[in-house]
């Protein structure tokens, strides 16, 4: 396994973050790298939550695993290529005064053996310029929120 992990301190409070991640079908409002993004079911929130997203030629599906208000939102990504078992995103806040210390985890499994290992490595660096994607995109997002408030 290959994991990934990135930070940014954020423009606003753990609560505002939350409240943007957490309206978990409009990921394309503020992540510059995904060009469409809806919920697929009626469930909005919490564990078993799911949205499909497009990005680029790709098509993705994002369940929720974990949602604990404030501190930690965690979801599967499915549709990558076969060589890929797994791969799940972690969120996670910590308060800084009125800013906040956000990670982006991204854990990648491709298998145990050497080759399948590199192929996580691989996968992992796209990943990490993902991360740094969708973090910078949501500073801009929390930023222009709080000028237009």
């Known amino acids: 396994m290959t994991t990934v992990e990135r930070s940014l301190q954020l423009p606003a409070t753990p609560e505002r973050v939350w409240a943007v991640l957490t309206d978990f079908g409009a990921i394309s409002e503020w992540a510059p790298n995904v060009d ?9 929130e919490g564990p078993g ?5 497009q990005t680029g030629r790709s098509t993705l599906r994002e369940t ?3 949602w604990e208000p404030g501190s930690e939102l965690s979801y599967s990504i499915s549709g990558l290529p076969a060589v890929v078992r797994s791969v ?3 969120w996670r806040f910590e308060p800084a005064g009125t800013r906040t210390n956000a990670t982006l985890t991204s854990d990648v499994d491709a298998g145990p053996r050497p080759p399948q290992q590199l192929v996580a490595k691989i996968v992992g660096r796209v990943l990490a310029k993902a991360s740094d994607q969708m973090l910078g995109g949501l ?9 237009a408030s």
Do not use: D, M, P
């Open 36 to 44: 469409h993004s809806c919920l697929l079911g009626e469930q909005t």
């Open 49 to 53: 939550a799911v949205r499909r997203i």
């Open 64 to 66: 929720v695993h974990t």
């Open 88 to 90: 799940t995103n972690t």
């Open 139 to 147: 500073a801009v997002y929390l930023k222009a929120q709080e000028v």
